[in-house]
């Protein structure tokens, strides 16, 4: 029986533990780095302060210098960081462009503002020829 008792013990080997780095943790970090730095970046080209609405929907991929129409609280317009016209809308925004109608578009307004003042804002936009028209709004904070 001691023989037995002996080889049994000879065949379990205790685990080492392993030497190599665990780079999991550091890639889930990086990730979310980088989805904070995509969330973020849109937001950082204008200069108009605007309180936006707040949605769970996921961000919109951007083009390299997107084109930024912002709504104030009051309703004033903006291109930009300029102020603008609702008559002068659609030129400004074709000179910007540069008559590309496939030029995508960010529509920014305050959470306050009446909605009907956002969809002719955005109807305004869409007649003049634009077909790439996006709302802009910020993510929850709780990450909800």
């Known amino acids: 029986m001691e023989a037995s008792s002996r080889s049994g013990r ?45 949605t769970s929907a996921k961000p919109v991929n951007s083009d390299d210098k997107p084109i930024t129409v912002s709504i104030k609280s009051d309703g004033s317009l903006y291109l930009g960081d300029d102020p603008v016209s609702g008559d002068d809308l659609v030129t400004r925004l074709k000179q910007m462009a540069s008559d590309d109608p496939g030029r995508r578009i960010f529509v920014r307004a305050d959470a306050h503002i009446d909605y009907g003042k956002v969809m002719s804002t955005m109807g305004q936009i869409t007649s003049g020829g634009f077909t790439h028209v996006a709302l802009l709004a910020q993510q929850p904070q709780g990450g909800q």
Request: hydrophobic share 50%; glycine share 6%; charged share 15%.
């Open 10 to 54: 000879r065949g379990r080997r205790r685990s080492q533990p392993e030497a190599g780095i665990n780079v999991t943790p550091l890639v889930d970090v990086m990730l979310v780095l980088l989805i904070i730095f995509m969330v973020t970046a849109p937001m950082l080209t204008s200069g108009v302060n605007v309180d936006l609405p707040q």
